[in-house]
C-alpha cells in the first residue's frame, strides 16, 4: 500500500491534504477476508449450466421455454434473474449471454439493460 504523490512541482493541485493515507510505502502484513453468506434470491440460483446451444430444439429446450413464458405474459417485462430463477436450470451469467443471442437473432426483445419481453410480430408489407 503507498501513498500517492504529486509528479510536478508546478501541479495545479497543490499540496496533497492530509487524507488518512500513509506518507511512505508500506507493506501488507495481513488481511481480513469477510466471507457473506449469499442472500435467497442468490441462492435459487443454479451453480451450473447446461450448455443447450447444440441440443436438438424441443419444447422442453431452454430457448422454447424462454418463449412460452415470455409470450404467455406479452405485456410483462422480464428482468434476467427473474428468467434465470424461474428455469431454474442456468447460472446468471450463462442467462445473460442467451438472453443477448437471442434478441440479436430476432426471438425476443430486449426492452432496456437486462430486461427482456416477447419479440413483437413484424408487419409483412406486401408488393403491388
Known amino acids: 500500500m503507498s501513498t500517492r504523490k ?7 493541485y497543490g499540496v496533497r491534504l ?3 493515507r500513509p506518507d511512505s510505502s508500506r507493506t501488507i502484513t495481513d488481511l481480513d477476508i ?5 442472500t ?7 451453480d451450473v449450466s447446461r450448455d443447450d446451444r447444440h441440443a436438438h430444439r424441443s419444447p422442453h429446450s431452454r430457448r ?4 412460452h413464458l415470455l409470450q404467455s405474459h406479452p405485456q410483462r417485462r422480464w ?8 428455469l431454474g436450470d442456468i447460472t446468471l451469467g450463462t442467462m ?8 440479436k437473432d430476432g426471438h425476443i426483445t430486449k426492452t432496456g439493460l437486462g ?8 408487419p409483412i408489407n406486401s408488393l403491388a
Not at 469477510?34 to 449469499?38: I, W
Not at 445473460?96 to 434478441?103: H, I, K
Not at 430486461?115 to 413484424?122: K, Q, R, S
Open 115 to 122: 430486461i427482456y419481453t416477447a419479440a413483437t410480430p413484424t
Open 96 to 103: 445473460y449471454r442467451q438472453l443477448s443471442r437471442w434478441s
Open 18 to 20: 492530509d487524507d488518512g
Open 79 to 86: 428482468s434476467t434473474h427473474e428468467l434465470a430463477q424461474h
Open 34 to 38: 469477510t466471507v457473506l453468506a449469499p
Open 40 to 46: 435467497a434470491e442468490e441462492r435459487l440460483l443454479s
Open 64 to 67: 422454447e421455454r424462454v418463449l
Open 6 to 12: 504529486v509528479k510536478s512541482p508546478t501541479c495545479r
